[in-house]
């Protein structure tokens, strides 16, 4: 529309106009760099995304020309239009910073941590989003909920544990196949994504539900422990589909492909969905026109050195209780479904002496 | 002794029944409003009368019917809030039960008002016996020409449906109500839009809690500006206060917001005092998610000045040293109650019925009954830094419950103090 009218808003000290009806957050992405708040919800393809991680919390400490007061909260960005002479701060606001680290922090609070057997690892945004925004360590010393895993018919498992809840998936079923299967049961911390009586997820556009899923809890059964991310070579590819635009990347190790996804813009969004025929069934070298290297730039482990300075190659000097403020945490997460070791009913710290057998014999009164 | 305006004939004999009803006086609103007044003049009347939304925000009542959307052609709702579910709340189930009429009554009204001909009551689904009431005395009243076609010949149509939620608190919040009632899962939307642009069915819509609705009926019968007259500054009319806990006499009192907390806790007309000639520790004035105080802030306020039973008094001190009136959930705790336990059993009470949308909420509330059963049993070492962790998540209350998840933090934070310096330590 050439009629909406133009707004300055100012992010960080940075002035931009945007058209009106522009989120604090999509302004700040044209802005670009760090200025633009994480978001673990929001998917700029999928309509009615966004509200509920809180992750990407931004101070507005000016509404606007008109009423200038601050706003009195840390708003959404992702669902915050701006207004004409809006000043906002997202890394320029200390209590920005704070929050931020507190909403890692109750994000990390029911996730296993299993970033070692997690096919995601490497290009999770969740690992991310720790690195940048949270801090080391975790407070929680309680029992973590856990889910048992779920094959959502023959090409996605469902990893209930590590999920954030973002609902992305949720929209994507809706809103690019033609019935959803799937969604969100029960409410609050035992709420889970699920089919609720073990249903397959067969539209052939499902697949991309494991592309939008910022974490490992939507993984591709086609590629599950094959390999990990960061030894792969990402390759832009395209074929003649006649379900979808066939541009999609390729995930190579030598000549063989190991996987199949959509592309993914700077944001880690998809641009063109997908099906599943070009995800999952064509994984020959032949069945693709290589177009070229495709540049990975926001990821974490893939583009190396992302974290340098910051984290690096440098080992960790302190101790487990160290980096625990001097605490022993009570357990760590069980990353079996069912652990036979380190049950998580039982308080370690509360056993005299190193752990013995008998302490988990789940036989005994 | 205070003035009563809604309460005042629920003890006549019959009054559940529409022909004692009528007899009283009832249904005289109606025949007031709509075949005397337009539309516009209603919501003047409303707005004159300062009415405060009864459910807790405490949003004036006038103002919110004022910005519904009147597009051509597209029809407007009227919601009534009987999704009473704020623990130490029980206000709103005393009034269906005992005199549904007044409320059916107060939904004519409004509804004609803001030309809503579909107009709902979406009530708790633990209030299970309540919707035959409600749907008892909306036969009745249909079959005296109050509901249904050409209303009393004024060619007004109406009808009211009672419809039960599933037994979910966030769907007190209106526009996760709104959700449930179009049949979806009650996860609160983003506003805005708000309902009274895009509600029910993407229809203007507005969501007015059982007491406000009730309140309408008097505003009508004896005029805005004489309503405006009882209570004091901007807490005008009556207000319905569940008292429970640790009182002579718990139920459900009208009154009229000039009494001082101290006369509604001993006074015999009101509370009757502590059982037991026990002292009083603390209290929840106004539901369970508004601050609790302790018994010196309760009486006087910071500054020393009495606190009364109002909006404005209720809540002097902001945060810090006061409260809020919210929707009239009276909790007083003696000194033998723990005030950790108590606030464990609400963080219990909220994470169960979280909705589970937004993080810091999903996370936090389990995080914190998990804090404050260990602190109760007397383990927990670091509650207070974990607190102030879960408070430094402040959010804007777009959905509903992270409110709440900042007044957990703070309560944590205020009872573990307040369990202290009482303990002496
Ligand atoms: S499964 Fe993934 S995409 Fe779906 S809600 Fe969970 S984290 Fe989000
Ligand atoms: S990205 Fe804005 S709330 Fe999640």
């Given at each position: 529309?050439?009629?909406?009218?133009?707004?300055?808003?100012?992010?960080?000290?940075?002035?931009?106009?945007?058209?009106?009806?522009?989120?604090?957050?999509?302004?700040?992405?044209?802005?670009?760099?760090?200025?633009?708040?994480?978001?673990m919800?929001?998917?700029?393809?999928?309509?009615?995304?966004g509200?509920?991680?809180?992750?990407?919390l931004?101070?507005?400490?000016?509404?606007?020309?008109?009423d200038?007061?601050?706003?009195?909260?840390?708003?959404?960005?992702?669902?915050?239009?701006?207004?004409?002479?809006?000043?906002?701060?997202?890394i320029?606001?200390?209590?920005?910073?704070?929050?931020?680290?507190?909403?890692?922090?109750?994000?990390?609070?029911?996730?296993?941590?299993?970033?070692?057997?997690?096919?995601q690892?490497?290009?999770?945004?969740?690992?991310?989003?720790?690195?940048?925004?949270?801090?080391?360590?975790?407070?929680?010393?309680?029992?973590?909920?856990?889910?048992?895993?779920?094959?959502?018919?023959?090409?996605?498992?469902?990893h209930?544990?590590?999920?954030?809840?973002?609902?992305?998936?949720?929209?994507?079923?809706?809103?690019?196949?033609?019935?959803?299967?799937?969604?969100?049961?029960d409410?609050?911390?035992?709420?889970?994504?699920?089919?609720?009586?073990?249903?397959?997820?067969?539209?052939?556009?499902?697949?991309?539900?494991?592309?939008?899923?910022?974490v490992?809890?939507?993984?591709?059964?086609t590629?599950?422990?094959?390999?990990?991310?960061?030894?792969?070579?990402?390759?832009?590819?395209?074929?003649?589909?006649?379900?979808?635009?066939?541009?999609?990347?390729?995930?190579?190790?030598?000549?063989?492909?190991?996987?199949?996804?959509?592309?993914?813009?700077?944001?880690?969004?998809?641009?063109?969905?997908?099906?599943?025929?070009?995800?999952?069934?064509?994984?020959?070298?032949?069945?693709?026109?290589?177009?070229?290297?495709?540049?990975?730039?926001?990821?974490?482990?893939?583009?190396?050195?992302?974290?340098?300075?910051?984290?690096?190659?440098?080992?960790?000097?302190?101790?487990?209780?160290?980096?625990?403020?001097?605490?022993?945490?009570?357990?760590?997460?069980?990353?079996?479904?069912?652990?036979?070791?380190?049950?998580?009913?039982?308080?370690?710290?509360?056993?005299?002496?190193?752990?013995?057998?008998?302490?988990?014999?789940?036989?005994?009164? | 002794?205070?003035?009563?305006?809604?309460?005042?004939?629920?003890?006549?004999?019959?009054?559940?029944?529409?022909?004692?009803?009528?007899?009283?006086?009832?249904?005289?609103?109606?025949?007031?409003?709509?075949?005397?007044?337009?539309?516009?003049?209603?919501?003047?009347?409303?707005?004159?009368?300062?009415?405060?939304?009864?459910?807790?925000?405490?949003?004036?009542?006038?103002?919110?019917?004022?910005?519904?959307?009147?597009p051509?052609?597209v029809?407007?709702?009227?919601?009534?809030?009987?999704?009473?579910?704020?623990?130490?709340?029980?206000?709103?189930?005393?009034?269906?039960?005992?005199?549904?009429?007044?409320?059916?009554?107060?939904?004519?009204?409004?509804?004609?008002?803001?030309?809503?001909?579909?107009?709902?009551?979406?009530?708790?689904?633990?209030?299970?016996?309540?919707?035959?009431?409600?749907?008892?005395?909306?036969?009745?009243?249909?079959?005296?020409?109050?509901?249904?076609?050409?209303?009393?010949?004024?060619?007004?149509?109406?009808?009211?449906?009672?419809?039960?939620?599933?037994?979910?608190?966030?769907?007190?919040?209106?526009?996760?109500?709104?959700?449930?009632?179009?049949?979806?899962?009650?996860?609160?939307?983003?506003?805005?839009?708000?309902?009274?642009?895009?509600?029910?069915?993407?229809?203007?819509?507005?969501?007015?809690?059982?007491e406000?609705?009730?309140?309408?009926?008097?505003?009508?019968?004896?005029?805005?500006?004489?309503?405006?007259?009882?209570?004091?500054?901007?807490?005008?009319?009556?207000?319905?206060i569940?008292?429970?806990?640790?009182?002579?006499?718990?139920?459900?009192?009208?009154?009229?917001?000039?009494?001082?907390?101290?006369?509604?806790?001993?006074?015999?007309?009101?509370?009757g005092?502590?059982p037991?000639?026990?002292?009083?520790?603390?209290?929840?004035?106004?539901?369970?998610?508004?601050?609790?105080?302790?018994?010196?802030?309760?009486?006087?306020?910071?500054?020393?000045?009495?606190?009364?039973?109002?909006?404005?008094?209720?809540?002097?001190?902001?945060?810090?040293?006061?409260?809020?009136?919210?929707?009239?959930?009276?909790?007083?705790?003696?000194?033998?109650?723990?005030?950790?336990?108590?606030?464990?059993?609400?963080?219990?009470?909220?994470?169960?019925?979280?909705?589970?949308?937004?993080?810091?909420?999903?996370?936090?509330?389990?995080?914190?009954?998990?804090?404050?059963?260990?602190?109760?049993?007397?383990?927990?070492?670091?509650?207070?830094s974990?607190?102030?962790?879960?408070?430094?998540?402040?959010?804007?209350?777009?959905?509903?419950?992270?409110?709440?998840?900042?007044?957990?933090?703070?309560?944590?934070?205020?009872?573990?103090?307040?369990?202290?310096?009482?303990?002496?330590?």
């Amino acid at each position: 529309m050439s009629d909406t009218p133009l707004f300055k808003v100012t992010i960080d000290n940075i002035s931009i106009e945007v058209p009106a009806g522009t989120t604090i957050l999509n302004a700040a992405r044209i802005i670009g760099g760090d200025v633009a708040p994480p978001a673990m919800c929001y998917y700029s393809k999928l309509e009615g995304s966004g509200g509920k991680c809180r992750t990407c919390l931004v101070e507005v400490s000016k509404g606007s020309e008109k009423d200038p007061r601050p706003m009195p909260k840390l708003v959404a960005s992702c669902r915050t239009t701006v207004m004409d002479g809006m000043e906002v701060k997202n890394i320029t606001s200390p209590k920005v910073v704070d929050a931020r680290a507190s909403i890692v922090e109750f994000l990390l609070l029911n996730h296993p941590l299993d970033c070692p057997i997690c096919d995601q690892a490497g290009e999770c945004h969740l690992q991310d989003l720790s690195y940048e925004h949270g801090k080391d360590g975790t407070r929680y010393e309680f029992q973590r909920r856990t889910f048992k895993k779920q094959d959502l018919g023959k090409y996605i498992q469902l990893h209930m544990t590590r999920c954030i809840l973002c609902y992305r998936c949720v929209y994507t079923a809706d809103q690019i196949s033609n019935k959803r299967s799937h969604g969100v049961l029960d409410r609050g911390d035992h709420s889970e994504i699920a089919t609720f009586i073990e249903k397959s997820l067969d539209n052939n556009f499902i697949g991309n539900v494991i592309d939008v899923c910022p974490v490992g809890a939507l993984t591709d059964k086609t590629f599950r422990f094959k390999n990990r991310v960061w030894f792969l070579k990402p390759m832009d590819a395209h074929r003649d589909c006649p379900a979808c635009s066939g541009k999609v990347t390729l995930w190579n190790r030598g000549d063989e492909v190991y996987r199949v996804t959509a592309r993914k813009d700077q944001w880690g969004e998809v641009e063109e969905w997908i099906c599943n025929d070009c995800r999952f069934e064509n994984k020959k070298s032949t069945d693709w026109i290589i177009e070229g290297p495709r540049l990975i730039d926001r990821h974490s482990v893939i583009s190396q050195g992302h974290y340098a300075g910051k984290i690096g190659l440098t080992m960790p000097t302190e101790t487990f209780s160290a980096v625990h403020h001097g605490r022993q945490p009570k357990l760590l997460m069980d990353i079996h479904s069912v652990s036979e070791v380190n049950q998580t009913d039982i308080d370690l710290s509360s056993i005299n002496g190193p752990a013995h057998s008998n302490n988990f014999n789940s036989n005994k009164d | 002794m205070g003035r009563k305006l809604l309460l005042e004939k629920a003890h006549v004999e019959g009054i559940r029944y529409f022909d004692v009803y009528r007899r009283e006086g009832g249904y005289r609103s109606v025949e007031k409003a709509l075949k005397t007044m337009t539309q516009d003049e209603i919501v003047e009347e409303v707005k004159k009368s300062g009415l405060r939304g009864r459910g807790g925000a405490g949003f004036p009542a006038g103002m919110k019917w004022g910005f519904i959307a009147k597009p051509e052609g597209v029809p407007r709702h009227l919601v009534c809030n009987a999704d009473e579910s704020e623990p130490g709340t029980f206000k709103d189930r005393y009034l269906m039960e005992f005199i549904p009429h007044l409320l059916i009554e107060g939904l004519i009204v409004a509804s004609y008002a803001l030309g809503s001909h579909d107009t709902y009551i979406y009530i708790r689904g633990e209030y299970a016996w309540i919707p035959d009431i409600l749907e008892q005395a909306i036969a009745e009243a249909k079959a005296n020409g109050f509901l249904g076609k050409n209303i009393l010949g004024t060619g007004f149509d109406c009808e009211i449906y009672v419809h039960r939620g599933a037994g979910a608190y966030i769907c007190g919040e209106e526009t996760a109500l709104i959700e449930s009632l179009e049949g979806k899962r009650g996860n609160p939307r983003i506003k805005p839009p708000f309902p009274a642009i895009k509600g029910a069915w993407g229809r203007p819509t507005v969501v007015n809690n059982v007491e406000t609705l009730a309140a309408v009926v008097p505003i009508i019968n004896e005029g805005g500006e004489e309503f405006a007259k009882i209570g004091v500054g901007k807490s005008t009319g009556t207000k319905l206060i569940s008292a429970c806990g640790n009182i002579n006499k718990p139920g459900v009192y009208e009154i009229d917001m000039t009494i001082s907390v101290e006369e509604f806790i001993y006074s015999d007309e009101y509370c009757g005092g502590i059982p037991n000639g026990k002292r009083l520790k603390a209290c929840i004035p106004g539901g369970s998610s508004v601050p609790i105080l302790p018994a010196n802030l309760l009486l006087k306020t910071a500054k020393g000045e009495t606190r009364y039973m109002n909006y404005e008094s209720l809540s002097d001190g902001g945060f810090a040293t006061g409260s809020m009136m919210g929707s009239g959930g009276f909790i007083v705790l003696d000194e033998d109650q723990c005030v950790v336990r108590n606030t464990y059993s609400l963080a219990r009470f909220y994470r169960h019925e979280s909705c589970g949308q937004c993080s810091p909420c999903r996370e936090g509330t389990g995080w914190m009954e998990k804090v404050l059963l260990r602190l109760e049993k007397g383990k927990e070492k670091l509650v207070i830094s974990i607190c102030f962790g879960i408070s430094k998540a402040k959010l804007k209350a777009t959905p509903f419950v992270p409110w709440v998840t900042l007044h957990h933090g703070r309560w944590l934070l205020q009872s573990v103090i307040l369990e202290m310096s009482l303990n002496g330590m």
